[in-house]
């Protein structure tokens, strides 16, 4: 974990009896003195409406007891939303002036809160349990940064199996991947992968004016419960997400061709779809997660 930038005074501290949620005049307030001008390449599109930030707490259904962790924070307009219900809320924040402004925000904007959050200054897609102590999330809600969403999703769900709730926001066509079905257009990888570790479904729509900057794109809300018992199969995560990647890399062939770099040769290949009880001639986007667990297991040994 990267040492945290000393943290500035938190301008526009919420008055007594006023709500604690950042609006839009709160949020470039807070960029201003910070120093933050948004940026493309982090995917940094900062929600201004609380309405929507209450709306997501609510979906996400973080309870009291929960430690929930949130992927770029920003300027904070959800983390205090969390914290408002959460037991604690750990915001992962890899921008310098971001992570620096956000502990400020927070004792001024909700004080009698802010021992319940910590800050974690470093990149998502490499952050480890150790980083978070001894702590273990039970819920991920996030606004994720659109050009990182997929792989920072699947990476918090491998490393951290105490998360049972996920809620995240996303650019509205991820989201429809993430939740489709074997079948569907756009079913793929991240269906596939996803539905590895729980039951995926979409959660609702996001406009675009509840963001500053307006983004490009609609966003769209994934809700992900993690599996009551992992997937029953022989082979391992890694093995079944080889057979997923090679049988998507060309996914309009038949499994036989798609597969058979993967397997050694087509026969081989074939072999292993038979033996799975898989037609040799369907294709990837036809087949379940669990399907895609019989392959691996029934891999042809050297």
Known sequence: MDASPEAPEAPGAAEPGTDALLGAADIRELAEALGVRPTKQR??????????????????????????????????????GLLETAEHVTAIEIDDQLAAGLPATVEARLPHRARHFTLVHADALRVTPEDLGERRPTALVANLPYNVAVPVLLHMLATFPSIERTLVMVQSEVADRLA????????????????????VKRAGAIGRNVFWPAPNVDSGLVSLVRRAEPLRTEASREEVFAVVDAAFAQRRKTLRAALAGWAGSAALAEEAL????????????????????????HKPRA
Do not use: H, M
């Open 180 to 199: 489709a079905a074997p079948g569907s257009k756009v079913y793929g990888v991240p269906s596939v992968k996803a539905a590895w570790y729980c039951e």
């Open 274 to 297: 038979t033996a799975a009880g898989i037609s040799p001639k369907a294709r990837g986007e036809a087949l379940t997660v669990e399907q895609f667990a019989a392959i691996a297991a």
């Open 43 to 80: 995917g940094q599109n900062f929600v201004i409406d609380a309405n929507t930030v209450r709306r997501i707490v609510r979906g996400a259904d973080v309870r009291a007891d929960d430690s929930v962790v949130e992927i770029g924070p920003g300027l904070g307009s959800l983390t205090l």
